[in-house]
T-cell receptor
Framework: DAKTTQPTSMDCAEGRAANLPCNHS???????VYWYRQIHSQGPQYIIH???NNETNEMASLIITEDRKSSTLILPHATLRDTAVYYC?????????????FGKGTKLSVKP | DAGITQSPRHKVTETGTPVTLRCHQT?????MYWYRQDPGHGLRLIHY???????DKGEVSDGYSVSRSKTEDFLLTLESATSSQTSVYFC?????????????FGEGSRLTVL
């Protein structure tokens, strides 16, 4: 699975959009981009995933560049409850029995 | 959310004692996973299962064994606990039918080995 690079930490003001970047320059054609988050002391929570088209759900939007070498997770109106560590993961999906490899992620702090 | 229950949620034990952590799911998901999470290491896969009695090793399987005798239960056993196994353990499941690749995680089990 391709390696990902994320900033260690980011701050965001409450009510503003949080844009979390992820670089995955070695991504291959059959690899998906997944985003999870982990709120302190809880299990990780799935947010969104995509292959090459931009995706949106009730939690977030995922923007993948045309060359697929990077992506951005957007939380449109961040709240204090969005403070968490956000993991960008690249892997072949979906039916594989293999695992998701979690890196160190980005610690997002949403401030009032 | 998938109904995933881990037990116990907290355990303190002594070096050399056996420990079993249980993961129970009510969603009939085919795949189940055990991860451990330590500061500076993120989540690392210990073992996983792709069906009843079908299991395989992950990246940090030494010192751990697993069993899956029925779809809903995945047990993680430390035959002789060591201090290096002090960690937070997470169970996860995946539904092969839904085919999204999404993992559902339990709330974690915090194990301290003295």
């Amino acid at each position: 699975d391709a390696k990902t690079t994320q900033p260690t930490s980011m701050d965001c003001a409450e009510g503003r959009a949080a844009n979390l970047p992820c670089n995955h320059s070695t991504i291959s054609g059959n690899e998906y981009v997944y985003w999870y988050r982990q709120i302190h002391s809880q299990g990780p929570q799935y947010i969104i995933h995509g292959l090459k088209n931009n995706e949106t759900n009730e939690m977030a939007s995922l923007i993948i560049t045309e060359d697929r070498k990077s992506s951005t997770l957007i939380l449109p109106h961040a709240t204090l409850r969005d403070t968490a560590v956000y993991y960008c993961i690249v892997r072949v999906a979906p039916g594989s029995q293999g695992n998701l490899i979690f890196g160190k992620g980005t610690k997002l702090s949403v401030k009032p | 959310d998938a109904g995933i229950t881990q037990s116990p949620r907290h355990k303190v034990t002594e070096t050399g004692t056996p420990v079993t952590l249980r993961c129970h799911q009510t969603e009939n998901h085919r795949y189940m996973y055990w991860y451990r999470q330590d500061p500076g290491h993120g989540l690392r896969l210990i073992h996983y299962s792709y069906g009843v009695k079908d299991t395989d090793k992950g990246e940090v399987s030494d010192g751990y064994s697993v069993s899956r005798s029925k779809t809903e239960d995945f047990l993680l056993t430390l035959e002789s606990a060591t201090s290096s196994q002090t960690s937070v353990y997470f169970c996860a499941t995946k539904d092969s039918i839904a085919n999204t690749g999404e993992l559902f995680f339990g709330e974690g089990s915090r194990l301290t080995v003295l």
